[in-house]
């Protein structure tokens, strides 16, 4: 028996033409604008803090190298108060909103010691911050540092004095790094 199948395909019923795609478009451009263009904007930012504070981290190992370490060691001094706050009014350090002050340390070691007694010396110096995030994103349902939550960055760079006079003396110093 030979019977003859009906290979019609019935056509489906599309979207109706008055304006039923609006509330869907709706709700997702929602989700997508709280859920991904707001973390994601959050996140692009982090590399533009990171490349500010950075900055600052080597500003303050340049000048921590041509100074006199008694002048880098103070509260007061330039490397510890004047770089940063004049750091936190400039460029992209602007968006940068610290949550606590930024705390610099110094550290001098010996690097090497010539025949005539001369000492080369390291000067680390190692900048710690507490960042917020660039925009508030509170409602995100998992704190995340760097996304909703305050994130830490600490940078260490090292470079050698540029003047071995201006070094401490060679006892209070470490041995080589």
């Avoid at 039923?20 to 997508?32: D, K, R």
């Avoid at 490397?79 to 610290?98: E, M, N, Y």
């Avoid at 600490?154 to 080589?176: C, F, N």
């Amino acid at each position: 028996m030979n019977t003859k199948r009906n290979l019609s395909v019935s056509k489906r019923k599309g979207r109706s033409a008055n304006g039923g795609t609006i509330p869907e478009f709706a709700c997702a451009f929602t989700v997508l604008v709280l859920f991904v263009f707001f973390p994601l904007l959050n996140l692009a930012t982090l590399f533009s803090i990171y490349s500010a504070a950075s900055t600052l981290n080597d500003l303050q190992v340049r000048e921590a190298s041509l100074i006199d370490y008694k002048e880098s060691i103070r509260p007061q001094g330039s490397i510890k108060s004047d770089i940063p706050r004049v750091w936190q009014r400039t460029g992209l350090a602007v968006f940068a909103s610290a949550v606590k002050k930024v705390e610099t340390g110094l550290d001098y070691k010996v690097a090497s010691v010539d025949k005539y007694g001369v000492v080369d010396c390291w000067v680390s110096v190692t900048t710690s911050f507490r960042l917020r995030p660039f925009l508030d994103v509170s409602w995100f349902p998992v704190a995340v540092p760097g996304l909703n939550a305050p994130f830490d960055i600490v940078i260490t760079s090292r470079r050698l004095m540029e003047d071995p006079t201006k070094a401490p003396p060679i006892a209070l110093l470490g041995g080589p790094l």
